[in-house]
């Protein structure tokens, strides 16, 4: 079902369609591909399948290619993903209509719990350019 499941919709701003598709199957289950514009670049994750039990199989986004980093505002970026990837598969799954709210409250609760490294990250790169500033004037 992953395998061959599209989903397209409208972008926010009006410019083009946003697109979520299968890439095929891979050793983990199945690499998903998501485009959010024909000029974007390509991002991907793997619908990963596991078994929890004889009759039961779980399916769920790892994106970590993209995560990692040092830094607050970069894994706050790579898991900005995983909620597209994650909707796409329940509702691939579940034979139901993408559901961007339940997107958009992924993406509110992933902000808020980096919000605070986010801020101190920022302000150092403010106080760091600032200085810069001042060496070069």
Known sequence: MLTSARTTMPRRDGGGQIEIWSAGRSSRGVTLNMKYASWAPLLECQAVVTTVAADKTRVEP???????????????QAQLRVPMFAEHIEATLAKRPFDREKVDRAESAVVMQNLTGMQREGLQRSVED???RAKSN
């Open 130 to 132: 600032q200085k810069a």
């Open 62 to 76: 790892d994106c970590s290619g993209a995560a990692a980093s040092n830094s607050a505002i970069g894994n706050t």
